[in-house]
């Protein structure tokens, strides 16, 4: 079993084809094969979070991403936000959040904090 670190993109396809044909192999728990698996995914996870990390979402989209996921309109989200026009003026970006708005929203849609405070 050699790994060596992943420096560049043509590392990273190589550990992850390995990844790949481990996975498809299905090793045992304690092999050397699974010892391997869990290194190369512990390398890839390094170095995609350092070279290609995920922004958190726009705070009005996730909001649209819950509502067009659970079938919810405007008029669903006005107990959370306040009135429709307040929904608009928040899905228009023309009010931003507050902390009442953030809260009912995490509580009621389960839409992470960390993306409505974004």
């Known amino acids: ?3 060596h670190p992943i420096r560049n993109e043509t590392d990273l396809h190589a550990a992850l084809e390995t990844i790949e044909a ?3 192999a299905n090793p045992a728990p304690g092999t050397p094969e699974s010892e391997q698996l ?3 995914a512990t390398l890839v996870e ?3 979070a350092k070279h290609h990390p ?3 979402p726009d705070p009005v989209e996730a909001i649209r991403f819950r509502m067009e996921q659970s079938g919810l309109a405007v008029s669903d989200l006005a107990p959370l936000i306040g009135s429709t026009s307040r929904v608009y003026e928040v899905l228009n970006k023309k009010r931003p959040l507050s902390i ?6 995490h509580r009621e849609l389960g839409i ?3 993306a409505l405070i974004a």
Do not use: G, Q
């Open 38 to 40: 869990d290194v190369l």
């Open 100 to 105: 009442r708005m953030i809260r009912n929203l």
């Open 46 to 48: 390094a170095y995609e």
């Open 54 to 56: 995920i922004s958190p």
């Open 112 to 114: 992470p904090a960390e």
């Open 22 to 24: 481990l996975m498809d």
């Open 1 to 3: 079993m050699f790994i």
